[in-house]
C-alpha cells in the first residue's frame, strides 16, 4: 500500500513539474515569479539608444486576470538556448534586434522549474527581469529575473487556454454574447463547452425598416479547429472570458501582412496600448502605436452595442485605433450600393434542426437502389446472426463470419417493421421486387 501511495505522489509530482516547464517547441505563457506578472507581446519596433531598454514597448506585462483574454500572452517558443519570443506574426527579435539566451535557472519556484533569459546589448550583459519596467541590466539571479515557462496547450483546460470577454456581456441578452477573433495560431472550439461557434459575414441586407442586418454565417463548430490569421465572429453562453474557453493548438502562421479578411470580415493583432516608458520611474508611462495598428475610419464598423442595447457593427470614435485581436465589419468589402453605411445589426443566427436519418425501407445495404443485391446481403447476413432483436435502429449493424464483415442498414432491412430482422424481412423485400 506504501509502496503505491509513493508512486503516486511520485507521479503527481512529475505531472505538475512537466505543466510548468518548456518541454518542445509550443505555446507557452511566461510567468514571472517575482512580480507574478505575464509577459504579453504588443509589437512595436524599438529606436534603441544606448540604455537596456529595448523590451519595454514590445512587451506590456499583465496580471493574472488580464492574460487569460489577451492573445499576446500566448507565446511561441521555438527552442531553449539563444532564441525569441514569438506571437502575432512578429517576434521579439525582429522587434529589437536582440536574441534572448534562454537557460534553466539554478533554483526552483513553488516546486517548479524556473528559467533565466539574458541578452547583450551593446556589448552590455543584461538580464531580463521584470521589477516593472522590463528589460534591466545585471547578471544577479533574484525572484524579478526568474521566470516559469507553462504550456498552453496541454493539460488542465481550467488553466491551458484563452478566455473571451463577448461584447455584450453587460447586457441582457438571454444567454447569447459576442465576441470576435482574429489571431496567428489556429484554436480548438472545445467539445460541450460555452463557445458555440466561430461565423463569418458574407452579405449585408437591407430591411424593410431602412436598417442594415448582418446574419453570421456559422463556419466552425464545437470540436473544430478554426485556421490562424482568420478573421471571425464567435458565439458564447457565458458573459466572462474564463467561462469561453478556446485552446491554441498549431504553430503560428507569422501572417504580418495586416489587416488580414475573411468575407466581410477584417482583422489584426494589434492596436494602440500604454506601458512603461522610464527606466528610473516606474510611475512613467507612453503610449505606443505598433506600425501595424489599424486606424479607425468611417470603412470600419466594430462590434458592440449602441445606445438602445443593440448589437451590431458601429464606426468607432476618430482619431482611435481597432482593438487588438478583433475582427471588424469592413465596408470597403461590401457591395457598392452598401457605401456610406454606418451600422449594421446583428441578426442571431437560424441553426437549422438535426435531421433524422433517413429510411428507405429495403436498401440493406445503402447504396441508394433497391435491388437484388440487397436480398443476398440480407440472407447472408441473417445467416451468420440470425437473430438481431438489440441492433439499435437507424444505425449500421455489423457481424464477422470468417473474416468477412458484413454490414446492413438495421432501419432499411426491417422491412416488415417488426423491430427485428428475421426471414420475413427477406420474403417481404422479395415481393416487392417482383411487385416492381
Same mark, same amino acid.
Given at each position: 500500500?506504501?509502496?503505491?501511495?509513493?508512486?503516486?505522489?511520485?507521479?503527481?509530482?512529475?505531472?505538475?513539474?512537466?505543466?510548468?516547464?518548456?518541454?518542445?517547441?509550443?505555446?507557452?505563457?511566461?510567468?514571472?515569479?517575482?512580480?507574478?506578472?505575464?509577459?504579453?507581446?504588443?509589437?512595436?519596433?524599438?529606436?534603441?539608444?544606448?540604455?537596456?531598454?529595448?523590451?519595454?514597448?514590445?512587451?506590456?506585462?499583465?496580471?493574472?486576470?488580464?492574460?487569460?483574454?489577451?492573445?499576446?500572452?500566448?507565446?511561441?517558443?521555438?527552442?531553449?538556448?539563444?532564441?525569441?519570443?514569438?506571437?502575432?506574426?512578429?517576434?521579439?527579435?525582429?522587434?529589437?534586434?536582440?536574441?534572448?539566451?534562454?537557460?534553466?535557472?539554478?533554483?526552483?519556484?513553488?516546486?517548479?522549474?524556473?528559467?533565466?533569459?539574458?541578452?547583450?546589448?551593446?556589448?552590455?550583459?543584461?538580464?531580463?527581469?521584470?521589477?516593472?519596467?522590463?528589460?534591466?541590466?545585471?547578471?544577479?539571479?533574484?525572484?524579478?529575473?526568474?521566470?516559469?515557462?507553462?504550456?498552453?496547450?496541454?493539460?488542465?483546460?481550467?488553466?491551458?487556454?484563452?478566455?473571451?470577454?463577448?461584447?455584450?456581456?453587460?447586457?441582457?441578452?438571454?444567454?447569447?454574447?459576442?465576441?470576435?477573433?482574429?489571431?496567428?495560431?489556429?484554436?480548438?472550439?472545445?467539445?460541450?463547452?460555452?463557445?458555440?461557434?466561430?461565423?463569418?459575414?458574407?452579405?449585408? @441586407? %437591407?430591411? #424593410?425598416?431602412?436598417?442594415?442586418?448582418?446574419?453570421? +454565417?456559422?463556419?466552425?463548430?464545437?470540436? *473544430?479547429?478554426? /485556421?490562424?490569421?482568420?478573421?471571425?465572429?464567435?458565439?458564447?453562453?457565458?458573459?466572462?472570458?474564463?467561462?469561453?474557453?478556446?485552446?491554441?493548438?498549431?504553430?503560428?502562421?507569422?501572417?504580418?501582412?495586416?489587416?488580414?479578411?475573411?468575407?466581410?470580415?477584417?482583422?489584426?493583432?494589434?492596436?494602440?496600448?500604454?506601458?512603461?516608458?522610464?527606466?528610473?520611474?516606474?510611475?512613467?508611462?507612453?503610449?505606443?502605436?505598433?506600425?501595424?495598428?489599424?486606424?479607425?475610419?468611417?470603412?470600419?464598423?466594430?462590434?458592440?452595442?449602441?445606445?438602445?442595447?443593440?448589437?451590431?457593427?458601429?464606426?468607432?470614435?476618430?482619431?482611435?485605433?481597432?482593438?487588438?485581436?478583433?475582427?471588424?465589419?469592413?465596408? @470597403? %468589402?461590401? #457591395?457598392?450600393?452598401?457605401?456610406?453605411?454606418?451600422? +449594421?445589426?446583428?441578426?442571431?443566427?437560424? *441553426?437549422?434542426? /438535426?435531421?433524422?436519418?433517413?429510411?428507405?425501407?429495403?436498401?440493406?445495404?445503402?447504396?441508394?437502389?433497391?435491388?437484388?443485391?440487397?436480398?443476398?446481403?440480407?440472407?447472408?447476413?441473417?445467416?451468420?446472426?440470425?437473430?438481431?432483436?438489440?441492433?439499435?435502429?437507424?444505425?449500421?449493424?455489423?457481424?464477422?463470419?470468417?473474416?468477412?464483415?458484413?454490414?446492413?442498414?438495421?432501419?432499411?432491412?426491417?422491412?416488415?417493421?417488426?423491430?427485428?430482422?428475421?426471414?420475413?424481412?427477406?420474403?417481404?423485400?422479395?415481393?416487392?421486387?417482383?411487385?416492381?
Amino acid at each position: 500500500m506504501m509502496k503505491r501511495y509513493i508512486i503516486a505522489i511520485l507521479g503527481l509530482v512529475v505531472a505538475v513539474i512537466a505543466n510548468a516547464q518548456f518541454t518542445e517547441p509550443g505555446f507557452y505563457r511566461v510567468h514571472n515569479v517575482g512580480s507574478d506578472r505575464y509577459i504579453c507581446i504588443k509589437g512595436t519596433k524599438y529606436n534603441k539608444t544606448t540604455r537596456p531598454d529595448a523590451f519595454w514597448p514590445c512587451i506590456k506585462m499583465l496580471n493574472d486576470s488580464a492574460q487569460i483574454s489577451d492573445p499576446g500572452s500566448i507565446v511561441y517558443i521555438p527552442e531553449m538556448g539563444e532564441t525569441s519570443l514569438c506571437a502575432q506574426g512578429v517576434s521579439t527579435y525582429s522587434l529589437t534586434g536582440l536574441w534572448l539566451k534562454v537557460d534553466t535557472a539554478t533554483v526552483w519556484e513553488g516546486g517548479k522549474p524556473t528559467y533565466v533569459a539574458r541578452t547583450q546589448y551593446n556589448n552590455f550583459p543584461c538580464i531580463f527581469r521584470d521589477y516593472g519596467n522590463g528589460l534591466t541590466a545585471g547578471s544577479k539571479e533574484a525572484p524579478e529575473s526568474r521566470w516559469w515557462i507553462e504550456p498552453v496547450n496541454v493539460g488542465s483546460m481550467d488553466t491551458s487556454y484563452l478566455g473571451l470577454v463577448p461584447v455584450n456581456a453587460a447586457v441582457a441578452d438571454q444567454g447569447t454574447y459576442w465576441a470576435t477573433l482574429c489571431v496567428d495560431f489556429a484554436v480548438l472550439l472545445p467539445l460541450d463547452g460555452d463557445v458555440e461557434g466561430a461565423y463569418t459575414v458574407n452579405e449585408v @441586407t %437591407l430591411g #424593410e425598416d431602412g436598417m442594415y442586418y448582418a446574419e453570421p +454565417v456559422k463556419v466552425y463548430g464545437q470540436g *473544430e479547429i478554426v /485556421p490562424a490569421s482568420t478573421p471571425v465572429l464567435i458565439k458564447c453562453k457565458a458573459s466572462y472570458a474564463s467561462g469561453n474557453k478556446i485552446v491554441p493548438v498549431a504553430p503560428i502562421a507569422n501572417n504580418t501582412v495586416m489587416p488580414i479578411t475573411n468575407d466581410l470580415l477584417m482583422g489584426n493583432y494589434f492596436s494602440n496600448f500604454i506601458n512603461h516608458a522610464d527606466l528610473n520611474n516606474y510611475e512613467v508611462t507612453a503610449e505606443y502605436i505598433p506600425e501595424q495598428a489599424t486606424e479607425a475610419t468611417a470603412e470600419h464598423l466594430a462590434l458592440g452595442v449602441n445606445a438602445e442595447g443593440k448589437l451590431g457593427f458601429f464606426p468607432q470614435a476618430e482619431g482611435t485605433y481597432m482593438a487588438a485581436n478583433t475582427a471588424w465589419l469592413s465596408t @470597403t %468589402l461590401m #457591395e457598392k450600393e452598401f457605401d456610406g453605411v454606418t451600422a +449594421v445589426y446583428l441578426v442571431e443566427p437560424v *441553426e437549422p434542426e /438535426p435531421q433524422e436519418p433517413e429510411v428507405y425501407i429495403g436498401d440493406v445495404n445503402g447504396d441508394g437502389e433497391l435491388n437484388i443485391k440487397d436480398v443476398t446481403m440480407l440472407i447472408n447476413y441473417l445467416l451468420v446472426q440470425p437473430n438481431n432483436d438489440e441492433t439499435p435502429r437507424n444505425e449500421p449493424a455489423e457481424t464477422e463470419d470468417d473474416e468477412v464483415v458484413l454490414t446492413v442498414n438495421v432501419a432499411n432491412s426491417d422491412v416488415n417493421g417488426d423491430g427485428q430482422l428475421t426471414i420475413k424481412d427477406v420474403t417481404m423485400l422479395l415481393n416487392m421486387l417482383l411487385s416492381r
